[in-house]
C-alpha cells in the first residue's frame, strides 16, 4: 500500500532470503497464484465458502461469518480486529464494496470450524502487495506454515500485467502488484489464519478470502524455498544494475 522505501527486485530479494533462515514448521503446503486480473480462486471443491466484507460496517470488526455454506459442512469464521475499508485503489475486489486490511500496529485472525472435513485450503485476493504482508496458519495454538508476499513479488517483479488496480472503477497504483493466491494444506489442516503487516511499509489488504476442502490444484505454484532464493538472489542483482540507472526513483513510482 502506497509508496515503499526501496526498488521491488532489492527488497524482494532481501525478504526472501530472511524468511528462507526461518524454521521449518509443522506441515506442508502448496501455494499458487493466478493469471493477473483473476480476483477469484479457479480452484474445485469439494466444498468452499467466501467471505467479501461487503455485508460488514466499515471501520474495525469482530465478527463471525458463515461464509456462504450449508448444512452439514458448514464452514464458520470468527474475524478478530479486523479493519474494513471500502473499495479504493488499494483493495476491494470488482472495483466495488468493502476489503479487509491489516497495518503494522493492526493485526488480525480469522478462526475457522467446519463441519464434517478439516479445513486444507485458504485463499485471496491479495491487492497492493508489499513486502510486509505476513500470513500465517495454526491449528490449534502450533503454527504449522508462514509466508510472506516476498516469495511472490520475486516472481511476478517482471510481469507488468499484475501491476496497478485491475478494476476499471479505481485504476492507478501501477507500483504495486495485485494477484489471487492460493494455500493448500497438502499434509495436515488448520484452524486460524493470522494477517500481519511487518515491517510496517504499507497495509495488508485482501478480499474474496475463501476457505474449504480442495479437490483440485489450481494456478502457477510458487517454488520451493531453495529454488525462490537463487531466483531473488538474481533479481537482486538486476535490481542493483537497475538502480545504477535510475538513479533515486522510488518504487510505487511508475517511469
Not at 506441515?27 to 471443491?45: C, I, K, L, R
Not at 495454526?138 to 499484475?162: I, K, M
Request: proline share 5%; glycine share 14%; charged share 10%.
Amino acid at each position: 500500500m502506497r509508496q515503499l522505501p526501496v526498488a521491488l527486485a532489492g527488497f524482494a530479494a532481501l525478504g526472501a532470503v530472511t524468511l528462507f533462515a526461518r524454521p521449518v514448521l509443522a506441515d506442508s503446503f502448496v501455494v499458487s497464484y493466478e493469471a493477473p486480473g483473476v480476483q477469484n480462486t479457479t480452484t474445485t471443491f469439494s466444498y468452499s465458502g467466501v467471505e467479501t466484507f461487503d455485508g460488514q460496517s466499515t471501520g474495525f470488526q469482530t465478527f463471525s461469518t458463515a461464509f456462504g455454506t450449508s448444512g452439514q459442512n458448514t464452514i464458520s469464521g470468527t474475524y478478530s480486529g479486523v479493519q474494513i475499508k471500502p473499495a479504493d485503489v488499494y483493495g476491494g475486489a470488482g472495483g466495488a464494496g468493502n476489503y479487509a486490511v491489516a497495518f503494522g500496529a493492526t493485526p488480525y485472525s480469522l478462526t475457522l470450524a467446519a463441519g464434517s472435513s478439516p479445513i486444507d485450503y485458504f485463499g485471496f485476493w491479495l491487492s497492493a502487495l508489499d513486502h510486509g504482508n505476513l500470513l500465517a496458519f495454526y491449528n490449534g495454538a502450533s503454527e504449522v506454515f508462514s509466508f510472506s508476499a516476498a516469495q511472490v513479488l520475486a516472481l511476478v517483479e517482471t510481469n507488468r500485467a499484475y501491476f496497478g488496480n485491475p478494476n476499471p472503477q479505481h485504476p492507478g497504483n501501477g507500483g504495486q502488484p495485485y494477484v489471487f493466491l492460493n494455500f493448500y494444506d497438502t499434509s495436515g489442516a488448520f484452524n486460524k489464519v493470522a494477517f500481519t503487516e511487518s515491517p510496517a511499509v504499507g497495509g495488508f489488504e485482501s478480499d474474496n478470502q475463501t476457505v474449504g476442502i480442495y479437490t483440485s490444484i489450481s494456478g502457477t505454484p510458487v517454488p520451493e524455498p531453495t529454488a525462490l532464493a537463487l531466483l531473488g538472489t538474481g533479481l537482486f542483482g538486476l535490481g542493483r544494475i537497475r538502480r545504477r540507472g535510475a538513479g533515486s526513483r522510488r518504487f510505487g513510482e511508475v517511469c
